[in-house]
């Protein structure tokens, strides 16, 4: 089986941290994923990678920046969280694109809170 | 940009009774997914539907695609208890096929 794992489920942490989530997955999949999940906007991706020390934006990077220095380990890292950062952190991992599918597998989320 | 639109956002239900969600996507898609979601917990793949047509079913839940509608469906037969979780719908498409647009979710719960 698939095992995507975070490495908080809960964190609390003040305004202004420097703050880092941590996701490992060992399936040697080549792609991994950060999103945020809130309610009645569903999952919003920050970044992605699809190798080591390669990163691409998604649709809301502001305020973030990610690490991927080895293939198994991506890191999502809030430089100053700001209170509008308190979510749910979802993250995924996924094969290349083979045999048509593209199923990413999903970390149980880190619950942040920013005070 | 793709973008992916669910209803309906919460859905209550009896044990018992049957009902479909709703996936509208904007633009063209390669592959349509359903995820489900417990409470506390990870996404949890589905289904992939490939093609127009495509049809999936396993147990009480069954995914279905129309490309030229640009509209997926998941209907839910004879809803159980065990049922109650939120359901995502996403899809991709040529050019960036590692990345997934989301729905915003259907939150189902199915009461005794």
């Known amino acids: 089986d698939v095992k995507v794992t975070q490495s908080s489920r809960y964190l609390v942490k003040r305004t202004g941290e420097k703050v880092f989530l941590e996701c490992v997955q060992d399936?040697?999949?080549?792609?991994m994923f950060w999103y945020r999940q809130d309610p009645g906007l569903g999952l919003r991706l920050i970044y992605f990678s699809y190798d080591v020390k390669m990163k691409e934006k998604g649709d809301i990077p502001e305020g973030y920046s990610v690490s991927r220095e080895k293939k198994e380990r991506f890191s999502l890292i809030l430089e100053s969280a700001s209170t509008n950062q308190t979510s749910m952190y979802l993250c995924?991992?996924?094969?290349?694109?083979?045999?048509?599918?593209?199923?990413?597998?999903f970390g149980a989320g880190t619950r942040l809170s920013v005070l | 940009e793709l973008k992916v639109e669910q209803n309906p956002l919460f859905l209550s239900m009896q044990e018992g009774k049957n009902y479909t969600i709703y996936c509208n996507y904007s633009?063209?898609?390669?592959?349509l997914y359903w995820y489900r979601q417990d409470p506390g917990k990870s996404l949890e793949s589905l289904f992939v539907?490939?093609?127009?047509?495509a049809v999936k079913q396993e147990g009480r839940l069954m995914a279905s695609l129309d490309t030229k509608a640009r509209l997926s469906t998941l209907h839910i037969t004879a809803a159980v208890h065990d049922l109650s979780a939120t359901y995502f719908c996403a899809g991709d498409y040529t050019g960036t096929a590692s990345k997934l647009t989301f729905g915003t979710g259907t939150r189902l719960q199915v009461t005794l």
């Open positions: 995924a991992s996924s094969p290349p694109l083979t045999g048509a599918k593209n199923i990413q597998y």
């Open positions: 539907l490939l093609s127009n047509g």
């Open positions: 399936m040697d999949h080549e792609n």
């Open positions: 633009t063209t898609s390669d592959r």
